[in-house]
């Protein structure tokens, strides 16, 4: 990812193993019912409504790693926007 997002250090220590095997049990793995982009197209949808900058930062170049095309991402945040709306 380039580098530790800042909440990840005030994430209590004994909690750690349990939160990475999560997001590489779900988010990181190719095994699962939704491939990557799908993935990374939730993520920022739900981080742009959050809004989380370095979350929607993230999601982003995810989500164009996994081939989501521009069209696809202006698209995802604002079906997010118009269920928050």
Not at 10 to 27: H, N, R, S, Y
Not at 37 to 52: E, F, G, M, R, T
Not at 55 to 82: F, H, M, N, P
Request: glycine content about 8%.
């Amino acid at each position: 990812m380039g580098g530790v997002p800042g909440f990840v250090k005030q994430f209590p220590k004994a909690g750690l193993p349990g939160a990475w095997a999560e997001v590489k049990a779900i988010q990181l793995s190719g095994k699962t019912a939704l491939p990557p982009k799908v993935k990374s197209l939730i993520s920022l949808a739900v981080a742009a409504q959050i809004p989380c900058n370095y979350c929607i930062w993230s999601d982003t170049q995810d989500a164009k790693r996994a081939g989501a095309t521009d069209e696809e991402i202006q698209e995802a945040v604002a079906v997010s926007a118009l269920t928050r709306h």
